[in-house]
C-alpha cells in the first residue's frame, strides 16, 4: 500500500525515477499540514497561501535530493514553507521581524454563537504579531527556533510573542464585551 | 518543529503577565492542524514539475523505473569535440529554418482553427487555467494597488499633482474592471440562471454604461 510508504522510501522514488505517483504520496500526506500553517501566516489569503504552496512544493521537489533526513520530512517541508513566506512578506513590504508597538484591537471576533474565535483573531493581528505567534504558540518552536529561522535575536521573538499575545488578549476582550 | 508543544519552554520563565492561561493553551491544541488544499493545486504542481523535467509522466507507478535513472544516465562531456562544431551549426541552421516555418504555420492559422484548439482541451486543463489567471489577475492587482499607495504618499509627501505613474495606475484599474466585466458576462453566458453572477454583471454593465457617457454596454462582441 502507498500509504504505509516511508516518506524517506517516496522521495528517493521521486529523486531516482522522477515518480510522480510517488510525489504525488509526498504532497498529499503532507500538504494538508503545510497549507493550514501558510494560511494561518498569511492570515486566512487563500491566493497568497496557493501560490506558496506552490512555491514550496517546487523548492521541495528540486532540493530533495540535498536533503540529508536530518529532520522529518514535514519539519523539512515546513521550513521551506517559512522562507518562501518570509520572501513574500520581504517583497511586499510586510514586516514580520520587528517588533511593533502596542496595538489596539478594534474588530469585534466572533462566530455565529459569539465564542471567541481564535483563528479569526490570529486572522486579524498585524503580521508581525501573528508570525511568531503561530511559530510559538501553534507550532511549538522555542524562541532560539524561531529566532534561527526569522533571522532575528531570541530575546526579539520573546518581546514580540509577548506584545503578540497582549495584542490577541486585546482582540478576543473586543469580542466577549461584545458578545 | 520543536517537540516542545506543551507550553514548557526551553528558553526560561517569561513574564506571568503574557504567559498563556490553561483555558488559551487549550483554545491552542484545539485549532486545527490540518487544511485540504484545492485540487488544481496538485495539478498545478505536477505539471510544472513535469514541465521543468523534475518529475516523469511515464513513471507512474512507485517503484516503476523511469526511462533515465538518475543514477544510471550517460556522463556527460563537458567539451565538444572538433567534428561536433559543424555538425552542431548545421543542427542549428535546421532548427533555425524549422522554427521560421512552424512560426509561419502558426500565424496562418484561422480564428476559427486556434477556437476549435481551445474547445478540443479537457475541462480539468482549461480549469486550471482560468485559476493560474485568476491568481495572476489578483497579484498583479494586488501590486498595482499597493503602488498606489506608495504613489499616493509620495505625492503627499512633496505636495505634488498627479505623476505619469498614477496616470498607469488608472489605465491598470480600467483594465482590471474590463477584464472583470468580460468574466462576469461569460460567465453569465456559462450558467444564465446564475442570479448572484447576473447580479454581479448588471452592477458592472451599469457601470460600465456610466463611464461610457449612457452608451448602452452590451455592444461588446465577448469571445
Known amino acids: ?179 | 518543529m520543536s517537540d516542545t508543544s506543551d507550553g514548557t519552554r526551553e528558553d526560561g520563565a517569561m513574564d506571568d503577565e503574557v504567559e498563556l492561561t490553561p483555558e488559551e493553551k487549550t483554545a491552542f491544541a484545539r485549532l486545527p492542524t490540518e487544511a485540504v488544499p484545492p485540487d488544481l493545486l496538485e495539478e498545478r504542481i505536477v505539471r510544472a514539475l513535469r514541465q521543468d523535467g523534475t518529475l516523469r509522466s511515464g513513471a507512474g507507478q512507485a517503484g516503476k523505473a523511469g526511462p533515465w535513472p538518475a543514477q544510471e544516465a550517460p556522463p556527460r562531456s563537458g567539451r565538444l569535440r572538433a567534428w561536433m562544431v559543424p555538425v552542431s551549426i548545421a543542427a542549428s541552421l535546421v532548427l533555425f529554418g524549422a522554427g521560421v516555418a512552424l512560426g509561419h504555420h502558426m500565424g496562418t492559422r484561422t480564428m476559427a482553427e486556434a477556437f476549435l484548439a481551445v474547445r478540443e482541451q479537457d475541462a480539468a486543463g482549461l480549469a486550471l487555467r482560468i485559476q493560474e489567471a485568476g491568481s495572476a489577475y489578483v497579484s498583479a492587482l494586488a501590486a498595482l494597488g499597493e503602488l498606489r499607495g506608495a504613489a499616493t504618499r509620495e505625492q503627499a509627501g512633496k505636495g505634488l499633482a498627479p505623476s505619469h505613474a498614477a496616470h498607469g495606475i488608472e489605465q491598470g484599474r480600467d483594465a482590471a474592471l474590463g477584464a472583470l466585466y468580460g468574466a462576469a458576462f461569460e460567465l453569465a453566458r456559462m450558467a444564465p440562471g446564475d442570479a448572484d453572477v447576473l447580479r454581479i454583471l448588471q452592477i458592472l454593465e451599469e457601470r460600465r454604461t456610466r463611464e461610457l457617457g449612457g452608451e448602452p454596454a452590451r455592444n461588446m462582441v465577448w469571445f
Open chain 1, 1 to 179: 500500500m502507498e500509504d504505509q510508504t516511508s516518506d524517506r522510501e517516496l522521495a528517493h522514488r521521486v529523486v531516482a525515477h522522477g515518480d510522480e505517483a510517488a510525489f504525488r504520496a509526498l504532497y498529499r500526506r503532507h500538504a494538508p499540514a503545510v497549507y493550514r500553517f501558510l494560511l494561518r501566516l498569511v492570515g486566512g489569503d487563500a491566493t497568497e497561501a496557493e501560490d506558496l504552496m506552490q512555491e514550496t512544493w517546487l523548492r521541495a521537489a528540486h532540493g530533495l535530493a540535498g536533503f540529508h533526513w536530518g529532520s522529518a520530512f514535514r519539519t523539512w517541508v515546513t521550513g521551506i514553507a517559512l522562507n518562501r513566506f518570509r520572501e513574500l512578506a520581504r517583497r511586499k513590504g510586510r514586516r514580520i521581524t520587528e517588533v511593533e508597538g502596542e496595538w489596539e484591537a478594534t474588530v469585534a471576533v466572533e462566530d455565529a454563537a459569539g465564542r471567541i474565535d481564535l483563528e479569526r483573531a490570529l486572522e486579524l493581528l498585524p503580521p508581525g504579531f501573528r508570525t511568531v505567534l503561530v511559530l510559538h504558540d501553534v507550532e511549538g518552536l522555542t524562541h532560539e527556533e524561531i529566532g534561527a529561522r526569522l533571522g532575528i535575536a531570541h530575546g526579539t521573538s520573546k518581546s514580540q510573542l509577548h506584545r503578540a499575545r497582549r495584542a490577541m488578549r486585546k482582540l478576543l476582550a473586543v469580542n466577549l464585551e461584545m458578545a
